[in-house]
């Protein structure tokens, strides 16, 4: 179904922030652009894993293989109630547990990252606006925006979130495009710092590294295992 990509450097990109390359810097190649680096940071990221595929000459994706990024299978986990249960899940709390476990092995996570289909069931959760409402201590109803998740979450010592939108262009064997959310849904990833790896440029298809993979912890909100 998919094919190659389009190149583009007038969309905003978050690989640049997560793999140390600037929007300015010049690619090796047509082969390393700019929306399927965005696709493997992307997959990489919210998965641990990343699929690469070979082409043909008409940049038709002919083979894949899966490549394991490395982040190990116990700092990945499910929550206590699926967040579409909005009336029975505890997001911030399974937030709370995974920044305990990074914390218990040594590592302390500054930001949790999100795609924004995510956040807004975190956001509507009943347990979320509950919480919220009690840290406030107010007699009016309190919104439940980023901003004021946030702060109950820093009053907490806990890391903050970071809502991840982004979307790459591909082209179709049949000469049309679409537009995909390259961030797996039910995916949240604890991390320490923002630039966590690199991309590696020397092979004919760019692949992203992770530094330091054992610091990164992966939670699926959609079920109470991250495998399942």
Known sequence: MLGGFNSSTARF?????????????????????????EWLAMQGMSTGTVTLGKTDKMGIVTEESDLDLGVPSGNKFGVSTAWEAKNMATPLGDLE???????????????????????LELRKATDTINKIQAWADVSESVIATREVINQYLAAKGLPSILVLDPSVYFNLKDNSHMTINPWQRH??????????????????????????????????????????
């Open 13 to 37: 990109m978050y690989f640049h922030h997560f793999f140390g390359i600037k929007p300015e810097d010049k690619l090796k190649s047509e082969t390393h652009n700019r929306e399927e680096m």
């Open 97 to 119: 547990q995974m920044a305990i476990t990074a914390n218990n092995d040594g590592v302390t996570l500054k930001y949790f990252l999100m795609r924004k289909s995510d956040y």
């Open 187 to 228: 995916r949240v990833i604890g991390v320490p710092y923002l630039e966590i790896g690199e991309m590696n440029m020397d092979e004919v298809k760019p692949r992203p590294i992770l530094n330091d993979p054992d610091t990164l912890y992966a939670l699926r909100t959609n079920s109470t295992t991250w495998a399942s």
